[in-house]
T-cell receptor, first 114, second 113 residues
Framework: AQSVTQLGSHVSVSEGALVLLRCNYSSSVPPYLFWYVQYPNQGLQLLLKYTSAATLVKGINGFEAEFKKSETSFHLTKPSAHMSDAAEYFCAVSSGGATNKLIFGTGTLLAVQP | DVKVTQSSRYLVKRTGEKVFLECVQDMDHENMFWYRQDPGLGLRLIYFSYDVKMKEKGDIPEGYSVSREKKERFSLILESASTNQTSMYLC????????????FGEGSRLTVL
């Protein structure tokens, strides 16, 4: 079985500060890992994905994540937070396959203070 | 751009009513999903479909059924709504071979009184 754990349901940073959102996964097979973002009153959209190529993955809006197998982690970072980054972020894992099932974490709500 | 349209953004229903949530996509994607989103619980998969008339149970199918008669449309049915089904429901689609790349609708917020 696969699962993801997001540490911290709420994270608050100042504008311009580093953003670090934590995600640890559990998987008995090589995982595919994802970060999705949900802005207020909207559906989720894909931020970035790891599919066993480069371990450092760059996504949209300046975000990136690093796959660390030894730590079973896939933390999301951004060097400098912007007010528009305020949203809920979800980590997700998949074992692949044609049906494309994703297992989501419980989400981290990011607040950006001026 | 992929467009995933959910028929109702907000619904209020009474306990015991039959509820239909409709989802339509315009990109010819094979896979379609229904998730439920609750605070502190994230997204949980209710049902998914990988082809017309094909469906599989997700993690929390109890109290729900689905219908996929046409490729572009995937319906979620609550046969007899209960208060514990008050939630945000999200529909998503994906091409068969695009691992993890789901396209979501804006969601349907259902309140059951």
């Amino acid at each position: 079985a696969q699962s993801v754990t997001q540490l911290g349901s709420h994270v608050s940073v100042s504008e311009g500060a580093l953003v670090l959102l934590r995600c640890n996964y559990s998987s008995s097979v090589p995982p595919y890992l994802f970060w999705y973002v949900q802005y207020p009153n909207q559906g989720l959209q894909l931020l970035l994905k790891y599919t066993s190529a480069a371990t450092l993955v760059k996504g949209i809006n300046g975000f990136e994540a690093e796959f660390k197998k030894s730590e079973t982690s896939f933390h999301l970072t951004k060097p400098s937070a912007h007010m528009s980054d305020a949203a809920e972020y979800f980590c997700a894992v998949s074992s692949g396959g044609a049906t494309n099932k994703l297992i989501f974490g419980t989400g981290t709500l990011l607040a950006v203070q001026p | 751009d992929v467009k995933v349209t959910q028929s109702s953004r907000y619904l209020v229903k009474r306990t015991g009513e039959k509820v239909f949530l409709e989802c339509v996509q315009d990109m010819d994607h094979e896979n379609m999903f229904w998730y439920r989103q609750d605070p502190g619980l994230g997204l949980r998969l209710i049902y998914f479909s990988y082809d017309v008339k094909m469906k599989e149970k997700g993690d929390i199918p109890e109290g729900y059924s689905v219908s996929r008669e046409k490729k572009e449309r995937f319906s979620l049915i609550l046969e007899s709504a209960s208060t514990n089904q008050t939630s945000m429901y999200l529909c998503a689609t994906s091409p068969r071979l695009a691992v993890g790349e789901l396209f979501f609708g804006e969601g349907s917020r259902l309140t059951v009184l």
